[in-house]
């Protein structure tokens, strides 16, 4: 399981070194130079993957950029691996804000993340703790980014879902019992950077 994960680090910094300039592709619609400006944009460069594990265990979808937490889970809690549910930055950039993960302390327990300090201020003094900061994302829609939906399932088993894809946030509200509470943040979608790479 570990050497998946480390292949999976290993595949997405091979393409991203590869998109920038690959030949025939018109970079006006890759979100990586074109639609970048230093003043205001982070520096993609130094995306990561934030990974989803589904935890059966905590009925609770997990959020992390550690390839660590991710066996830790699979392994530990035989929790299932979703992949790859958005790219984020790992520390401050320009124009980003942290996103801050809580954690539960009920059982099971639920993972909430946000961009709002009052809001995790609000959480935290509902016996909510501190978990880390997830990483950094824009609060607003800027260097070709895009929406992070936050859904809620609201009961005793309490449990959230980020996604980028529309489908899967119409599919948790119509037939999982979820509630749309907005959008998170916004964060840049891995498929932007696969547009014209080749492995080999």
């Known amino acids: 399981?570990?050497?998946f994960i480390t292949a999976i680090f290993t595949v997405f910094c091979v393409v991203l070194s590869a998109n920038a300039?690959?030949?025939?592709?018109?970079?006006?619609?890759?979100p990586t130079l074109a639609h970048r400006t230093q003043e205001t944009c982070g520096d993609n460069?130094?995306?990561?993957?934030?990974?989803?594990?589904?935890?059966?265990s905590l009925t609770s979808h997990i959020y992390t950029t550690s390839n660590v937490n991710v066996s830790k889970y699979i392994i530990g809690d035989t929790a299932s691996f979703l992949g790859v549910a958005a790219l984020i930055?790992?520390?401050?950039?320009?124009?980003?804000?942290?996103?801050?993960a809580l954690r539960g302390t009920g059982t099971p327990s639920a993972y909430f993340y946000t961009t709002n300090a009052t809001e995790r201020d609000e959480v935290l003094a509902q016996g909510w703790q501190n978990w880390t900061t997830a990483g950094y994302i824009y609060?607003?829609?800027?260097?070709?980014?895009?929406?992070?939906y936050r859904l809620h399932y609201i009961a005793a088993n309490t449990n959230y879902i980020y996604t980028t894809s529309t489908t899967t946030r119409d599919d948790?509200?119509?037939?999982q019992g979820f509630t749309y509470e907005g959008i998170a943040g916004y964060v840049m979608q891995l498929s932007s950077f696969l547009t014209g790479a080749v492995c080999s």
């Open 1 to 3: 399981m570990r050497a």
């Open 21 to 30: 300039h690959s030949p025939g592709v018109d970079e006006s619609t890759i």
């Open 45 to 56: 460069a130094d995306l990561v993957p934030l990974f989803e594990i589904d935890s059966p």
């Open 89 to 100: 930055f790992p520390f401050s950039e320009p124009s980003t804000v942290p996103l801050f």
């Open 139 to 148: 609060p607003s829609q800027i260097c070709g980014s895009v929406p992070l």
């Open 172 to 175: 948790a509200i119509l037939n």
